[in-house]
């Protein structure tokens, strides 16, 4: 039998339904996952550590200053410890794959890196973002007054992330509202089947009461699964995946699963370095 893929999951920062998580993990016959919280994932994602793992799948909500988080190391400023950073900058040098769900694409706002290895556009308040100031994101469902919006996840194009789901599928779940700009930089795979306007959102949580009552956001972008690279690293973020209403579901289990082996293969490996030749 060939060898399992060797998954680190990163996890804290953010409720969720930890039973219906690892359940999803479990289903997947052929990975070996190790659940690791924050703040001792940043030990295990030391050089030397981390070596054993072929994939590290971020699923924690990390390094956003002055919500009194503990569990970082940040000490509530949203800088990264010393270590923590010197290892992800190391880590994106390894070539290993690295998945982004859900609410890590949240973390560390203010750490340019981590905003390139996501690629998301998500703002928790108004700021700059690739030199234009922007509004702070929108959300639906999660832990909002929004009820999760069921939505149809649309294939883009043909791609391993996407074996098996050529059809599209039909999940219930978060959402978030951002602009547009970040897709030149990333490879749509599926989009939301939504209207994306801010009737259809909630203000962005934390941002100040005087924002939160004055927000305004143009329509958004309805990219939800994009593949990236930075360095020598293939990424897939996903902006889906925050309930038992994705995990439990089969068809988002054969897309975490799609791209987990995708994010494992020397062909991810050789099409990250492609891509950041185009895409410097």
């Not at 060797?6 to 190790?34: P, Q, W």
């Not at 988080?69 to 880590?91: I, K, S």
């Amino acid at each position: 039998m060939a060898d399992k893929i060797r998954v680190l999951v990163v996890s804290k920062g953010h409720a969720y339904n930890h039973d219906s998580f690892l359940a999803m993990l479990d289903s997947i016959e052929d990975i070996d996952a190790t659940l690791v919280q924050q703040p001792a994932a940043q030990v295990v994602l030391q050089p030397g550590s981390v070596d054993r793992y072929d994939v590290v799948f971020f699923y924690d909500m990390s390094g956003i200053p002055g919500v009194g988080l503990l569990h970082d190391g940040a000490n509530n400023t949203g800088v990264p410890p010393e270590g923590y950073r010197r290892a992800v900058e190391a880590l994106v040098t390894t070539g290993k794959g690295l998945l982004f769900v859900n609410h890590a694409t949240v973390s560390w706002p203010t750490w340019p890196l981590w905003r390139k290895m996501t690629g998301s556009s998500f703002m928790l308040s108004q700021g700059t973002l690739d030199g234009k100031v922007v509004p702070g994101s929108g959300y639906r469902g999660g832990h909002g007054p929004l009820p999760s919006a069921n939505i149809r996840l649309v294939p883009q194009r043909a791609h391993p992330v996407l074996e098996g789901l050529e059809g599209g599928f039909f999940l219930a779940d978060e959402l978030y509202l951002k602009t547009a700009d970040y897709e030149q930089r990333v490879l749509p795979l599926m989009r939301g089947d939504y209207r994306f306007v801010m009737e259809n959102f909630t203000p962005p949580p934390l941002a100040p009461a005087a924002e939160k009552e004055s927000w305004k956001h143009a329509p958004g972008s309805d990219l939800l699964v994009w593949a990236n690279a930075v360095h020598s690293c293939p990424v897939v973020t996903s902006d889906v995946g925050d309930s038992p209403l994705a995990y439990d579901s089969p068809d988002y289990r054969r897309l975490i699963h799609n791209a987990i082996r995708w994010l494992a293969s020397a062909d991810a490996r050789s099409w990250a370095r492609d891509w950041v030749k185009s895409h410097p």
